[in-house]
């Protein structure tokens, strides 16, 4: 009778850990791409999570309540502020920036064709570069601030309180001050060097290219530089303060690192990864990528949620809110806003591959509300989904509660 207790107890605490560690992917809402076969790209949230942005051959503006959306504009070269009051955009020689409704607040002309730009999280500072070296730099209003001239510029981004601008060149990495002011670069290093994360109090710049992740401080101090894979790092995301750091990989893994380059522990999703997205503390975890799946990982490498899209997923066609509750992912069809609930659905188990041990996150940082205003410019089409009917028990709460009356039954019957 002993052993028949105890192995219901086990039986029940396996079950219910099992819940807890499972969740589901609820859609909420999906947008058509008007560009047939050109996906949307460079997606992300602003700081409160109310605001989606996607670029690509067509830009999209959407609040998540769908009461204000715009899109239509080009959006290969763009970006929207944190606060998701601003966007800029770059089209041919030309520099856009628009207010937070979709109407355009001014406009520029540049030397040559507009190939990089950033915009600063209070959309103060605008910073762009152009197919002839030139690197100026812009004031809300317009106004123009400052200009150097550089190597061919890969990517720009502005530090979240605005007063370091990094450059990813094709002979380096560059440092410089809102005026454009060199403070510090590293052409010894290769110029292998793409993508840019900054941590929020802007301490820490996490670059990326090949098969290598660096870490580097604000005075571009080398914390360290290492070879992570053996193939090419294909998506690059971190927490709010670059204490965990995961990267998608050409060879199907998903890897996450702690801020002194350690490696933690790797997902086997099987094929090409190209894209990954992190919560802002490192709670939720997304990639996707060829195969076609969105996983769902928490902070342990471990599978919450798993789900089929209709086509395969692009590079940077993937984000998640800072509160990990949200999650927006293009396929080469749509648009697709989902929301990450507690209950579990039907997942593929799959065992995470260990490989030191595992790391402390740090608990996020609340982010200032932002006012959405509800203003139509071009209008795009809205297509809401309809909630999917929920059962009052999951699969594994249900087996908790027949297990639980099973081990009252025996206690009952015993002598």
């Not at 028949?4 to 947008?31: H, R």
């Not at 500072?125 to 070296?133: C, Q, T, W």
């Not at 928490?298 to 066609?317: N, V």
Request: hydrophobic share 40%; charged share 15%.
């Amino acid at each position: 009778m002993r052993i028949v207790l105890a192995t219901a107890v086990i039986l029940i605490f396996c079950l219910a850990n099992t819940a807890m560690a499972a969740a589901g992917i609820s859609p909420d809402w999906k947008e058509r791409n008007s560009v047939e076969g050109s996906p949307f790209s460079g997606l992300m949230f602003s700081s409160d999570s109310s605001t989606v942005f996607a670029g690509g051959n067509q830009m999209y503006v959407r609040s998540w309540d769908g009461e204000q959306h715009w899109g239509g504009r080009y959006g290969g070269v763009a970006a929207m502020s944190a606060d998701g009051n601003y966007t800029v955009y770059g089209l041919g020689t030309r520099l856009v920036m628009l207010n937070k409704d979709g109407t355009e607040r001014w406009a520029r002309s540049m030397g040559g064709a507009v190939r990089a730009l950033a915009i600063s999280p209070d959309g103060a500072l605008v910073v762009s570069a152009d197919d002839n070296g030139y690197i100026n730099s812009w004031y809300r209003n317009g106004e123009f601030y400052a200009r150097n001239v550089t190597s061919l510029v890969k990517q720009l981004a502005i530090s979240p309180k605005g007063t370091l601008v990094v450059a990813t060149t094709e002979t380096g990495l560059q440092f410089m001050t809102p005026a454009l002011d060199p403070v510090w670069s590293d052409t010894k290093n290769g110029t292998i060097d793409t993508d840019i994360l900054f941590s929020y109090d802007g301490s820490t710049i996490i670059t990326s290219g090949g098969k290598r992740v660096s870490s580097h401080t604000n005075t571009g101090v080398l914390n360290w530089m290492n070879d992570i894979t053996g193939d090419a790092i294909t998506g690059i995301g971190c927490s709010y303060d670059c204490s965990v750091i995961v990267i998608g990989n050409q060879d199907g893994s998903v890897q996450a690192m702690d801020r002194y380059g350690t490696v933690h522990w790797s997902y086997p999703a099987g094929q090409w990864v190209n894209t990954v997205a992190v919560s802002q503390d490192a709670s939720v975890i997304v990639a996707a990528g060829i195969d076609q799946n969105l996983y769902v990982l928490d902070h342990g490498g471990r599978l919450l949620a798993k789900k089929q899209m209709d086509t395969i997923i692009h590079s940077r066609s993937l984000a998640v809110s800072p509160d990990g509750k949200r999650i927006v992912v293009a396929d080469e069809y749509a648009l697709n806003g989902y929301t990450l609930s507690p209950e579990p659905e039907n997942i593929e188990l799959i065992t995470v591959i260990p490989t030191s041990a595992r790391y402390t996150y740090s608990p996020s940082v609340p982010t200032p509300e932002t006012t959405v205003i509800v203003t139509q410019v071009t209008s795009v089409p809205v297509t809401t989904l309809p909630a999917p009917t929920k059962s009052p028990l999951t699969p594994a709460v249900a087996m908790i509660a027949t297990m639980g009356g099973l081990l009252l039954t025996l206690v009952k019957r015993r002598p």
